[in-house]
């Protein structure tokens, strides 16, 4: 159920054999006949390239407080009476986030070693268009060449570039490995790995403050990142918007002195236990040795730029490159598997099909979850024009509400359509508990052509919050009031 | 006071999902419509059926998650108490207000709300407490009830033999006792106000509270001799697919007519009726390929054929099925374990989708958009072809080998 393709190195080990190298759990070796060996890079720390996307994406989804927060405290408008408020505990928390991890770690080692695939545990860069220096903890050096090689190093998050940042503010990947709880906290960045953090951290009850130098959620569509952070300030969080970092100092109590510059060049400051950066990523291919060979690739982000007609495919024809370093794909665990295992079937299982990187679902685990697919409002109306364009929408009030009087006003699903026939679908979006499960299905159905007309007329299962999806019927254009009324 | 006569386009029977829904598109078209219920409006769903059930549903999730508390890490001291009059209270009032929205949706509508016992005196015309109103059109839509006769059967009997034996195994592992092949013969009440249960496996004393839930039966007293009304075996009215009864002009939809007694259902073929009497539509629900979630701890969700279904209609050798058991990540830290269960159940030789059936936690929320797939007549392909979202539960319907 989880894993990541994040290096994937093909040796040819003489001419008759090949091997291949997935990383993913589960496409390693899957279909093919010829696989032999595979050698693995291991970034910096060791292993640890395997737990961030593990550690990150599990920690925050599961630990939403929807599903561990929202009963704790809302359980008492159902009737439940405890007598002592909860408190978390911060080394049970990690730790059992961390036991699963390596569970998870160890996971991928035994299926890597049933579909018979070498790992090796070392640091890889490419000599030559087909040969691979490995180069491993203790120093020891070897080479090893290959037929196709398959790049998928990953990403690793980036710091900017003022005093104190590096060595005083932690990351993604280290929030898992504090030993004390985090404390008042400042979170700088507008990604979903910023607010996905700083939604459950609020919601663990830690003092928690987002900085955000313009826009939330860069990328997604605007309304529904403006509704998010609306949730997250009604639930608590702080945002510092149009504010940019300026210097992170250690006080003699051991906390941290953050000043900022505000949107008026206002220079501010305050003080916090821990400082987490979240301003984006690297690719992990500064090491790798692309211009040695001739693997093009984007300066500013160090990914690899693919080719039109065959994305995976870098300037040089054998050498390849999935997941977070591929130039203008999305950055999602499963988009990596699917690419990954696509890949191997072309090279050795002589199939044709390409990744379609269109219309690729994701959801953001941020205490009220958003769930998206296909493309955004402004999106549409840029392609298709604001007269092609209808958008339908309602805000509606899920069931599990009304009990506890939890405020709604961000509930909201919005279903971006063309405008003439049966009005066919370009993007669905919904905001609200469950957001994860309720948009897989209908991403099959988007990709599958689901027109509005379609959709309206499925019959809705009652009571859940997903069938307000199939219940939309008024427009934006309209201008009437889309707040869903009774049951 | 003089008894009323009054006359109107659209008499609706019964004012629960089906009726009020088309009573109000009805109105929409111009009709001039009113509709007859003898309690309270919403019928079943709202006052005793889906809402409240959904209500209780999420308190023992709750109880559920409590348990979980000390694993993900929450330092929870002392005991957890449970007050059934403090949910009882918030679960009547969060009705009461959706009985009050009901009422004035329908005078927004300015569909008549007519309060009492309807009964046909013929084909036109229905009485209500001594006062008679009549319509070229006329639909029953009284719902039903619950019974207490005895019925034999085992677990969710209609659906696909695997969610009746995972939901059976899922009631023993959490606790409840389950006494299959036994049926009650007694019930007898002690003097300290409890009851004893006889049953053909053994007495069950000291009850507190017995609660039957072996089947419904349609509401049907409503004097349907009186005007040629056909029934079925079962008692429930007879209607083709347009919803049209034996008799001209009278209507009939929802719990009513036995079939697929969902409130979505009813709304749709309520709404459907409506299109097409009043605004001239050609047009019908098509009763095919209709989800539904059974809110069990963890819930089920259901839609197309039963596997059984699937090889009695298409043959084994066209059929082909897909599988997927698995603890869902949630649990990766409790102790207190649920599984997740799904099948697929595919049309050879496209691998169309006629069925899938799954339990699981989330499977409640899961399923809608995946039936709107299935009825657009989605492939296998199509599902494969969907990225996963991750982490979820549902990214295992489209990467299922």
Same mark, same amino acid.
């Given at each position: 159920?989880?894993?990541?393709?994040?290096?994937?190195?093909?040796?040819?080990?003489?001419?008759?054999?090949?091997?291949?190298?997935?990383?993913?759990?589960?496409?390693?070796?899957?279909?093919?006949?010829?696989?032999?060996?595979?050698?693995?890079?291991?970034?910096? %720390?060791?292993?640890?390239?395997?737990?961030?996307?593990?550690?990150?994406?599990?920690?925050?989804?599961?630990?939403?407080?929807?599903?561990?927060?929202?009963?704790?405290?809302?359980?008492?408008?159902?009737?439940?009476?405890?007598?002592?408020? %909860?408190?978390?505990?911060?080394?049970?928390?990690?730790?059992?986030?961390?036991?699963?991890?390596?569970?998870?770690?160890?996971?991928?080692? *035994?299926?890597?070693?049933?579909?018979?695939?070498?790992?090796?545990?070392?640091?890889?860069?490419?000599?030559?268009?087909?040969?691979?220096?490995?180069?491993?903890?203790?120093?020891?050096?070897?080479?090893?060449?290959?037929?196709?090689?398959?790049?998928?190093?990953?990403?690793? %998050?980036?710091?900017?570039?003022?005093?104190?940042?590096?060595?005083?503010?932690?990351?993604?990947?280290?929030?898992?490995?504090?030993?004390?709880?985090?404390?008042?906290?400042?979170?700088?960045?507008?990604?979903?790995?910023?607010?996905?953090?700083?939604?459950?951290?609020?919601?663990?009850?830690?003092?928690?403050?987002?900085?955000?130098?313009?826009?939330?959620?860069?990328?997604?569509?605007?309304?529904?990142?403006?509704?998010?952070?609306?949730?997250?300030?009604?639930?608590?969080?702080?945002?510092?918007?149009?504010?940019?970092? *300026?210097?992170?100092?250690?006080?003699?109590?051991?906390?941290?002195? *953050?000043?900022?510059?505000?949107?008026?060049?206002?220079?501010?400051?305050?003080?916090?236990?821990?400082?987490?950066?979240?301003?984006?990523?690297?690719?992990?291919?500064?090491?790798?040795?692309?211009?040695?060979?001739?693997?093009?690739?984007?300066?500013?982000?160090?990914?690899?730029?693919?080719?039109?007609?065959?994305?995976?495919?870098?300037?040089?024809?054998?050498?390849?490159?999935?997941?977070?370093?591929?130039?203008?794909?999305?950055?999602?665990?499963?988009?990596?598997?699917?690419?990954?295992?696509?890949?191997?079937?072309?090279?050795?299982?002589?199939?044709?099909?390409?990744?379609?990187?269109?219309?690729?679902?994701?959801?953001?685990?941020?205490?009220?979850?958003?769930g998206s697919v296909g493309l955004s409002e402004e999106?549409?109306?840029?392609?298709?024009?604001?007269?092609?364009?209808?958008?339908?929408?309602?805000?509606?009030?899920?069931?599990?509400?009304?009990?506890?009087?939890?405020?709604?006003?961000?509930?909201?699903?919005?279903?971006?359509?063309?405008?003439?026939?049966?009005?066919?679908?370009?993007?669905?979006?919904?905001?609200g508990p469950n957001a994860g499960e309720v948009t897989?299905?209908?991403? *099959?159905?988007?990709?599958?052509?689901?027109?509005?007309?379609?959709?309206?007329?499925?019959?809705?299962?009652? %009571?859940?919050?997903?069938?307000?999806?199939?219940?939309?019927?008024?427009?934006?254009?309209?201008?009437?009031?889309?707040?869903?009324?009774?049951? | 006071?003089?008894?009323?006569?009054?006359?109107?386009?659209?008499?609706?029977?019964?004012?629960?999902?089906?009726?009020?829904?088309?009573?109000?598109?009805?109105?929409?078209?111009?009709?001039?419509?009113?509709?007859?219920?003898?309690?309270?409006?919403?019928?079943?769903?709202?006052?005793?059926?889906?809402?409240?059930?959904?209500?209780?549903?999420?308190?023992?999730?709750?109880?559920?998650?409590?348990?979980?508390?000390?694993? @993900?890490?929450?330092?929870?001291? /002392?005991?957890?108490?449970?007050?059934?009059?403090?949910?009882?209270?918030?679960?009547?009032?969060?009705?009461?207000?959706?009985? /009050?929205?009901?009422?004035?949706?329908?005078?927004?509508?300015?569909?008549?709300?007519?309060?009492?016992?309807?009964?046909?005196?013929?084909?036109?015309?229905?009485?209500?407490?001594?006062?008679?109103?009549?319509?070229?059109?006329?639909?029953?839509?009284?719902?039903?009830?619950?019974?207490?006769?005895?019925?034999?059967?085992?677990?969710?009997?209609?659906?696909?033999?695997?969610?009746?034996?995972?939901?059976?195994?899922?009631?023993?592992?959490? /606790?409840?006792?389950?006494?299959?092949?036994?049926?009650?013969?007694?019930?007898?009440?002690?003097?300290?106000?409890?009851?004893?249960?006889?049953?053909?496996?053994?007495?069950?004393?000291?009850?507190?509270?017995?609660?039957?839930?072996?089947?419904?039966?349609?509401?049907?007293?409503?004097?349907?001799?009186?005007?040629?009304?056909?029934?079925?075996?079962?008692?429930?009215?007879?209607?083709?697919? @347009?919803?049209?009864?034996?008799?001209?002009?009278? @209507?009939?939809?929802?719990?009513?007519?036995?079939?697929?007694?969902?409130?979505?259902?009813?709304?749709?073929?309520?709404?459907?009726?409506?299109?097409?009497?009043?605004?001239?539509?050609?047009?019908?629900?098509?009763?095919?390929?209709?989800?539904?979630?059974?809110?069990s701890h963890p819930p089920i969700g259901t839609v197309?054929?039963?596997?059984?279904?699937?090889?009695?209609? @298409?043959?084994?050798?066209?059929?082909?099925?897909?599988?997927?058991?698995?603890?869902?990540?949630?649990?990766?830290?409790?102790?207190?374990?649920?599984?997740?269960?799904?099948?697929?159940?595919?049309?050879?030789?496209?691998?169309?989708?006629?069925?899938?059936?799954?339990?699981?936690? /989330?499977?409640?929320?899961?399923?809608?958009?995946?039936?709107?797939?299935?009825?657009?007549?989605?492939?296998?392909?199509?599902?494969?072809?969907?990225?996963?979202?991750?982490?979820?539960?549902?990214?295992?319907?489209?990467?299922?080998?």
């Amino acid at each position: 159920m989880v894993s990541r393709a994040d290096i994937c190195f093909e040796i040819d080990m003489g001419t008759t054999q090949q091997c291949s190298l997935a990383i993913s759990s589960q496409s390693a070796g899957l279909s093919y006949r010829k696989i032999k060996m595979a050698a693995p890079i291991v970034g910096f %720390p060791r292993a640890a390239f395997i737990r961030g996307c593990l550690q990150l994406r599990w920690g925050t989804t599961r630990l939403s407080p929807n599903t561990v927060g929202f009963s704790t405290f809302s359980r008492r408008k159902y009737g439940w009476n405890a007598h002592v408020e %909860p408190t978390i505990d911060w080394t049970t928390l990690t730790t059992v986030v961390q036991q699963h991890v390596k569970s998870l770690n160890w996971g991928h080692r *035994v299926q890597l070693k049933d579909k018979n695939v070498d790992y090796l545990n070392a640091k890889g860069s490419l000599l030559d268009a087909h040969t691979v220096r490995m180069l491993s903890a203790n120093g020891k050096e070897k080479t090893v060449t290959a037929s196709n090689i398959v790049l998928a190093v990953g990403g690793r %998050p980036k710091y900017p570039d003022i005093p104190g940042a590096m060595e005083y503010a932690i990351t993604s990947d280290d929030l898992f490995m504090l030993e004390k709880p985090p404390g008042k906290t400042l979170v700088i960045g507008a990604s979903y790995v910023s607010l996905e953090c700083a939604g459950f951290l609020t919601g663990l009850g830690f003092d928690t403050t987002v900085m955000i130098r313009s826009i939330p959620l860069r990328g997604f569509d605007r309304q529904m990142a403006d509704l998010v952070t609306d949730h997250m300030e009604g639930s608590g969080t702080r945002f510092l918007r149009q504010h940019v970092p *300026v210097a992170i100092d250690k006080t003699d109590s051991g906390q941290l002195q *953050v000043t900022w510059r505000d949107g008026n060049g206002q220079e501010g400051g305050s003080m916090f236990d821990t400082v987490m950066m979240a301003v984006g990523r690297f690719a992990n291919t500064g090491t790798l040795g692309l211009d040695t060979v001739g693997v093009e690739w984007y300066s500013e982000s160090g990914k690899v730029i693919g080719r039109d007609e065959n994305p995976e495919q870098s300037s040089v024809p054998h050498i390849f490159a999935i997941g977070d370093i591929l130039h203008g794909r999305p950055e999602l665990t499963p988009v990596a598997i699917k690419a990954g295992r696509l890949l191997a079937h072309r090279l050795f299982a002589n199939t044709h099909e390409h990744m379609d990187y269109d219309k690729v679902p994701t959801t953001v685990f941020i205490p009220l979850e958003y769930g998206s697919v296909g493309l955004s409002e402004e999106a549409a109306l840029e392609r298709f024009g604001s007269d092609d364009v209808e958008v339908y929408h309602a805000f509606y009030k899920p069931l599990e509400y009304y009990i506890p009087e939890r405020d709604a006003s961000q509930c909201y699903i919005k279903a971006v359509c063309k405008r003439d026939g049966d009005q066919e679908m370009v993007g669905l979006h919904f905001l609200g508990p469950n957001a994860g499960e309720v948009t897989q299905g209908f991403a *099959v159905a988007l990709r599958s052509g689901l027109t509005y007309q379609e959709m309206v007329s499925s019959v809705g299962i009652h %009571p859940t919050c997903a069938e307000e999806v199939v219940k939309m019927g008024i427009t934006k254009r309209s201008g009437l009031d889309p707040t869903v009324t009774g049951c | 006071m003089a008894p009323i006569a009054k006359s109107f386009d659209y008499l609706v029977i019964g004012g629960g999902s089906g009726g009020l829904a088309s009573a109000r598109r009805a109105a929409e078209f111009g009709a001039k419509c009113a509709i007859i219920e003898k309690a309270r409006l919403g019928g079943t769903c709202v006052n005793v059926g889906c809402v409240p059930k959904k209500v209780m549903w999420n308190t023992a999730v709750h109880a559920e998650y409590l348990q979980d508390h000390k694993d @993900y890490g929450f330092d929870v001291n /002392g005991t957890t108490t449970f007050s059934w009059k403090t949910i009882k209270d918030k679960r009547d009032a969060y009705i009461k207000n959706l009985n /009050g929205i009901y009422k004035s949706n329908l005078d927004k509508s300015h569909v008549e709300a007519i309060v009492g016992d309807a009964k046909f005196v013929s084909e036109r015309c229905v009485e209500v407490d001594g006062n008679k109103y009549t319509a070229e059109h006329i639909l029953i839509a009284t719902g039903g009830r619950p019974v207490f006769p005895n019925t034999p059967g085992y677990v969710l009997r209609t659906f696909d033999s695997m969610i009746s034996s995972e939901l059976t195994e899922e009631l023993q592992h959490i /606790g409840i006792n389950l006494m299959k092949q036994t049926q009650v013969s007694k019930v007898e009440k002690a003097a300290d106000g409890r009851l004893t249960v006889f049953t053909n496996n053994g007495e069950i004393s000291e009850v507190d509270t017995l609660l039957w839930a072996i089947g419904r039966v349609p509401n049907i007293e409503i004097g349907l001799d009186k005007v040629g009304v056909e029934l079925d075996a079962r008692g429930n009215i007879k209607v083709d697919e @347009y919803q049209n009864t034996s008799a001209k002009g009278i @209507y009939a939809l929802g719990d009513v007519c036995g079939k697929a007694l969902l409130t979505p259902v009813a709304i749709a073929a309520g709404r459907k009726l409506a299109h097409r009497v009043f605004n001239s539509e050609d047009t019908k629900l098509d009763y095919s390929n209709i989800p539904t979630v059974v809110f069990s701890h963890p819930p089920i969700g259901t839609v197309g054929l039963t596997e059984e279904e699937a090889v009695t209609k @298409y043959g084994k050798d066209n059929i082909r099925m897909y599988s997927a058991r698995f603890t869902p990540m949630y649990h990766a830290v409790t102790e207190r374990k649920t599984k997740t269960v799904m099948k697929m159940i595919c049309l050879l030789p496209e691998e169309k989708i006629v069925g899938i059936h799954m339990m699981g936690i /989330g499977c409640d929320e899961m399923l809608q958009g995946f039936s709107v797939a299935v009825k657009m007549g989605a492939t296998k392909a199509d599902f494969d072809s969907t990225v996963a979202i991750h982490p979820t539960s549902s990214e295992e319907l489209v990467t299922m080998r």
